[in-house]
């Protein structure tokens, strides 16, 4: 079995990253399907999109708290990002790495990475040579590596599918 290792390349003129109308076309039609999920589940919810960073945003919000409450869990989330961007697939035959926020999901997850690499970070400067962070998604990892490069530490992801995970050492 080999290891992988995530390299983050710059955007180049052979980059394949979708453009801006069709990161606009994956909101719309996210957005579609989200709206509908929301009817048939009887909930209100109000949908923006977003496109940035070469990636479709869907975000759900309503006055009511407790609407989304139950929607908003990060495994919930994950499940219902994964069967929009299957819709878009479905109806763009492209992949698609829209990502899906309910009620501040993201940012709430956001925050318990922050934590945690904050918890990574302080094991290093205790002597520690390496710290491993749980396995997570790609944008998680993403986003780990941003806080751990702000941090001025380094990271590599390591694994394979499921077991993908994120390992800080210093720089």
Known sequence: MTENTDVIAAPGPADDS????????????????????LDICDLDGDIDIDARNGRAYLSVNSSDVANL?????????????????????NKTGAFSRLILDIGGSRDARQAELASL????VE????????????????YERKLVHDLVSEAGFVSESKGEGRDRHTVISAA
């Open 117 to 120: 690499v904050s918890r990574a």
């Open 18 to 37: 979708p453009t801006l109308g069709q990161l606009e076309q994956e909101g719309d039609i996210a957005a579609d399907y989200i709206e509908e999920f």
């Open 69 to 89: 409450r139950l929607l908003s869990k990060p495994e919930t989330v994950n499940a219902l990002q994964e069967l929009t961007r299957l819709a878009v697939q």
């Open 123 to 138: 094991r290093i400067q205790a002597g520690a040579a390496e710290a491993s962070m749980p396995p997570m998604s790609s």
